[in-house]
């Protein structure tokens, strides 16, 4: 089966057809999202809490993000993947070019980094260079200690004015595709109405053009799991049918509902 290229997702927005992403970290799991039908799979750095047992992404390397990528991309049937780059690990232009390729050699089709208008030198030097970018706005957890906790962000009209701007400002610097993290639900679907490229939420409400869930959510391994999540195990035969449901609810618009959305 050929792999899903960004241009078909674009096409997807074009046409109004939703699509989901699911984190995956391995290349079992990689093949189970695959053949259910994810169209991306994301190698976050969520992994650093998930798979490492930090209490964030922090401590996550560029060597770790490799590994993972690696190991998915060899489990991969048909999605595309999307690599995150590591806290610290885009600090300058060069650095980001250097860690950017090494996650490509490893495997990944487009690469994830968090942030706004800073980033339009980095994401412009990726895009020239045949590297997707996504972006990644919102609540971004490798600034976890400068928002003082994991806080839905953009409820002040100042807050929201700068998130729509950065998503402008990342568009136009040549990011492909971008993720909006835990933001109102009318904000959601402002920013995904203001850009072209499709917008991935996940606790950014029914309105954006695509979700995304960490997997171990998902599937109900977390013990406290963020408002946004729905537990596709409850109801599912096995874990291949909780992944299908999520699709085909992200598919059919009745995941996030109004219990998974922030005002
Ligand atoms: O690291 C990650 O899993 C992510 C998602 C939460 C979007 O960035």
Same mark, same amino acid.
């Given at each position: 089966m050929?792999?899903?290229?960004?241009?078909q997702?674009?096409a997807?927005?074009?046409?109004?057809?939703?699509?989901?992403?699911?984190?995956a970290?391995?290349?079992?799991?990689?093949r189970v999202?695959?053949?259910?039908?994810?169209?991306?799979?994301?190698?976050?750095?969520?992994?650093g809490?998930?798979l490492?047992?930090?209490?964030s *992404? #922090?401590? +996550?390397?560029?060597?770790?993000?490799?590994?993972?990528? $690696?190991? @998915? %991309?060899?489990?991969?049937?048909?999605?595309?993947?999307i690599a995150?780059?590591?806290?610290?690990g885009?600090?300058?232009?060069t650095?980001?070019?250097?860690n950017?390729?090494?996650?490509m050699?490893a495997?990944?089709?487009a690469?994830k980094?968090?942030?706004?208008?800073?980033?339009?030198?980095s994401?412009?030097?990726?895009?020239?260079?045949?590297?997707?970018?996504?972006?990644?706005?919102?609540?971004?957890?490798?600034s976890?200690?400068t928002?003082g906790?994991?806080?839905v962000?953009g409820?002040?009209?100042?807050?929201?004015?700068?998130?729509?701007?950065?998503?402008?400002?990342?568009e136009?610097?040549?990011? *492909? #595709?971008? +993720?909006l993290?835990?933001?109102?639900?009318?904000?959601? $679907?402002? @920013? %995904?109405?203001?850009?072209?490229?499709?917008v991935?939420?996940?606790?950014a409400g029914?309105?954006?053009?695509?979700?995304?869930?960490?997997?171990?959510?998902m599937?109900?391994?977390?013990?406290?799991?963020?408002?946004?999540?729905?537990?596709?195990m409850q109801?599912?035969?096995g874990?291949?049918?909780?992944i299908a449901?999520?699709?085909?609810?992200?598919?059919?618009?009745s995941?996030?509902?109004?219990?998974h959305?922030?005002e």
């Amino acid at each position: 089966m050929p792999t899903i290229t960004i241009p078909q997702l674009h096409a997807k927005k074009a046409a109004g057809e939703k699509f989901a992403v699911l984190t995956a970290y391995d290349a079992t799991f990689a093949r189970v999202a695959s053949e259910a039908g994810i169209e991306a799979l994301l190698i976050g750095d969520s992994l650093g809490m998930v798979l490492q047992g930090h209490n964030s *992404t #922090l401590p +996550v390397t560029v060597t770790d993000m490799a590994y993972h990528t $690696a190991t @998915v %991309s060899r489990g991969n049937v048909s999605s595309l993947i999307i690599a995150d780059l590591p806290f610290g690990g885009y600090s300058t232009t060069t650095q980001t070019l250097d860690n950017a390729a090494t996650l490509m050699r490893a495997g990944a089709h487009a690469v994830k980094l968090e942030g706004g208008l800073w980033l339009a030198e980095s994401i412009r030097l990726l895009t020239e260079r045949g590297i997707p970018v996504c972006g990644h706005l919102g609540l971004t957890p490798q600034s976890v200690n400068t928002f003082g906790g994991y806080k839905v962000q953009g409820r002040q009209p100042e807050q929201a004015r700068r998130i729509i701007e950065d998503a402008k400002a990342v568009e136009a610097a040549g990011a *492909t #595709l971008l +993720v909006l993290e835990c933001v109102p639900r009318a904000l959601g $679907a402002q @920013v %995904s109405a203001a850009l072209k490229i499709p917008v991935i939420g996940i606790g950014a409400g029914p309105g954006t053009d695509a979700q995304v869930l960490v997997l171990h959510d998902m599937l109900g391994l977390n013990s406290r799991p963020p408002k946004f999540v729905r537990n596709f195990m409850q109801g599912a035969d096995g874990i291949s049918a909780a992944i299908a449901a999520y699709h085909a609810a992200v598919l059919n618009g009745s995941f996030p509902g109004a219990e998974h959305t922030f005002e």
